[in-house]
């Protein structure tokens, strides 16, 4: 059974830092792509930012580019979110969801975790 | 970006009722796209992929069609357990979703 768990959420000030987490279990970490996902309180959804599974192509939203840093540690079946220079804006629910098919970046989101809450404020 | 846009916003619909909510894109995706479910405090959860493949586990009265620009997601009989919020999601290019549909309980 595919298991995602995320941590690393909470209270930070606006310009301050935060790394989220991503345990994975289940499947072959190495073999896809992961993506961070995130949702706004009350809102919709919106891509973050994905990562291959080896780790050599990486995109972001426009919204995060040069502010957000994703990683992964194949062998520690784990996926980060490096964020920097935090704003209100960013407060949300962050998803670590995989994508369902091996060696592709199709971003399909196929298993998602509970989410971590990110709470930026003064 | 590619703009996707989801319609209507909300429904009213009853158990048993044929519930049908729209998408569509900025532009041609082909095919690739792919319908979530998220109840209230939970993850999303796919139901449909690449326009009308059902994900494993998802009942088969859900069901998706559509390319180029003009998507639909059908429940042929709403359940108890379909009232939640839809979003469409293009994987033609950097992902993006619609803004939504909650289906409620007439």
């Known amino acids: 059974e595919v298991q995602l768990l995320e941590s690393g959420g909470g209270l930070v000030q606006p310009g301050g830092s935060l790394r989220l987490s991503c345990a994975a279990s289940?499947?072959?970490?190495?073999?896809?792509?992961m993506t961070w996902v995130r949702q706004a309180p009350g809102k919709g959804l919106e891509w973050v930012s994905g990562?291959?599974?080896?780790?050599?192509?990486?995109f972001y939203a426009d919204s995060v580019k040069g502010r957000f840093t994703i990683s992964r540690d194949n062998s520690k079946n784990t996926l980060y979110l490096q964020m920097n220079s935090l704003r209100a804006e960013d407060t949300a629910v962050y998803y670590c969801?995989?994508?369902?098919?091996?060696?592709?970046?199709?971003?399909?989101?196929?298993?998602w975790g509970q989410g971590t809450l990110v709470t930026v404020s003064s | 970006d590619i703009q996707m846009t989801q319609s209507p916003s909300s429904l009213s619909a009853s158990v048993g009722d044929r519930v049908t909510i729209t998408c569509r894109a900025s532009?041609?995706?082909?095919?690739?796209l792919n319908w979530y479910q998220q109840n209230p405090g939970k993850a999303p959860k796919l139901l449909i992929y690449t326009a009308s493949s059902l994900q494993s586990g998802v009942p088969s009265r859900f069901s998706g069609s559509g390319s180029g620009t003009d998507f639909t997601l059908t429940i042929s009989s709403l359940q108890p357990e379909d009232f939640a919020t839809y979003y469409c999601q293009q994987s033609y290019t950097t992902p993006t979703f619609g803004q939504g549909t909650k289906v409620e309980i007439k």
């Open positions: 969801p995989k994508v369902l098919t091996p060696d592709t970046l199709l971003t399909v989101l196929s298993d």
């Open positions: 289940g499947f072959t970490f190495s073999s896809y792509a």
């Open positions: 990562i291959s599974g080896s780790g050599d192509r990486i």
């Open positions: 532009q041609s995706i082909n095919s690739y």
